[in-house]
């Protein structure tokens, strides 16, 4: 009798473990979903954008004899181009990220998260609204500017929150990162294909920013120490767990050797616990390199198909539309990055730099095939698309896994954060190549 009373504490804190751990995974899964949500919908609207605006600055679409309006399409070369290429919409939906994300990581320490959150659900709402009731394409490109304001703090504050949590969390927010380019772009593709216009269809995803806030504030168990409403140091320690199993520096400082010279455990605790200092940082951010530098590559080989090449890969006698291929391929893009994102609970991947290499024959490929016009088939490039969503998925999570894995406790929080500008630094680079692929392809 006594063992079974004794033994049921034991068996409802394991419980009440597992069940809070199932929980915070949860809510980063949902986090990741919708940091990314507003995002992906506003490079999967891309194409409907841009065209929106130029139907509204010529002419009125033509009503067919069903009442629905044929789509204008350019005839004057075979690429039925835009006049502002999609690479515009990319621009304005990586620029505000990439700026936060090279300059954040030195300063956001001194914002609270619990406001940073804040921040990112007011600009979503706004982005979503803006484009939808937007009469022009300075209008659009503003909203598009605000949801990448709230997907780059989000993901730099939700990466850096996942030090406060055990290294599972990483795993829900992958996948839930994944899963917003799959919901992003297959919701946006399957109301505006079933009759719903663009902008019904985003008054409808409003609803995702709300769930972004109630995951943040209901969902995830903060340790008591977690500075939700006040500003800390980046460097401190709030577990202040140190001991032997702590992981490696990123850079490891070479130290004398001589017994006589080691120092006290008095100044190794300060080491550990104190801030980290700007030369620090540096140093970091130096041991990121490794990282950052192939995770820069796989998006940039990955962006400059997805938003220079997929609009010009165009094929006139299938039954979709110019504007359905592209949410199309948008849609399986998507659910190759879910799959690669999701890997991560299965198998590791350590060469990020393959990844990188296999991304650019991925470009290479298709960029030979818009000049040559050899792919005669739409679901030829589906199959294309969705090998290359496994790629860049599967680089980002293993890449932020690894950071995780490597990185002394101390420097953790701010590694994560610093490390996410790589992602978005491939992607505005290629926007600089798109731009003139564009206009050179669409000039012939």
């Known amino acids: 009798m006594d063992r079974a009373l004794n033994s049921d504490p034991v068996i409802t804190a394991h419980t009440e473990g597992r069940f809070q751990r199932w929980r915070i995974c949860i809510g980063f899964w949902l986090l990741g979903l919708c940091n990314n949500f507003a995002y992906v919908v506003m490079l999967s609207a891309a194409h409907d954008i841009l065209q ?3 139907s509204q600055n010529t002419t009125t679409p033509t009503p ?12 004057s070369n075979r690429f039925d181009c835009n006049p502002v290429s ?47 009731f937007s009469s022009s394409v300075s209008m659009s490109i503003t909203g598009v500017v605000f949801a990448s304001i709230s997907s780059g703090l989000g993901e730099l504050s939700f990466l850096s929150l996942s030090v406060f949590f055990s290294r599972d969390v990483l795993s829900g927010w992958g996948s839930g990162t994944g899963a917003a380019g799959v919901a992003g772009a297959f919701l946006y593709s399957a109301f505006t294909q079933a009759g719903l216009t663009p902008q019904v269809t985003l008054w409808i995803m409003l609803v995702v920013p709300v769930i972004l806030v109630v995951s943040y504030f209901f969902l995830l168990v903060f340790p008591p120490s977690f500075p939700q409403w006040r500003r800390h140091n980046v460097g401190h320690n709030y577990f202040r767990t140190v001991n032997s199993r702590e992981r490696r520096p ?5 130290t004398d050797t001589d017994e006589d010279s080691e120092p006290s455990q008095e100044e190794q605790e300060d080491h550990h616990i104190g801030p980290l200092t700007f030369t620090d940082q540096i140093y970091v951010i130096k041991g990121l390199l490794k990282f950052i530098f192939p995770l820069s590559l796989v998006y940039f080989a990955e962006y400059f198909i997805n938003q220079g090449l997929l609009e010009l890969l165009y094929f006139p006698d299938s ?4 504007a359905e291929q592209y949410r199309w391929y948008q849609t399986i893009y998507q659910i190759g990055v879910f799959f690669s994102r999701t890997s991560l609970v299965c198998f590791k991947i350590r060469k990020i730099f393959l990844m990188s ?15 040559y016009q050899f792919l005669h088939y739409p679901w030829v490039v589906f199959i294309i698309v969705l090998y290359e969503g496994l790629l860049g998925g599967a680089a980002y999570v293993n890449t932020f896994h690894f950071i995780h894995e490597e990185t002394a406790e101390r420097e953790r929080e701010f590694a994560m954060a610093a490390a996410s500008v790589g992602d ?21």
């Open 52 to 54: 929106k605006q130029e």
């Open 64 to 75: 067919a004899p069903n009442g629905t309006n044929i789509e204008i399409r350019n005839s």
């Open 86 to 132: 999609t690479a515009a919409v990319l621009l304005a939906d990586i620029l505000p990220t990439l700026i936060i994300k090279l300059t954040a990581p030195f300063y956001i320490h001194k914002v609270p998260y619990g406001f940073r959150v804040l921040v990112c659900f007011f600009t979503a709402v706004v982005s979503f609204l803006m484009v939808s």
């Open 250 to 254: 990123l850079i490891e400082e070479e």
């Open 319 to 322: 039954p979709l539309s110019h």
């Open 357 to 371: 290499l296999l991304q650019c024959v991925n470009a290479v490929v298709l960029g030979f095939a818009v000049y």
């Open 424 to 444: 978005s630094l491939g992607i505005a680079l290629s926007t600089a190549v798109s731009f003139p692929v564009h206009q050179y392809f669409c000039s012939l």
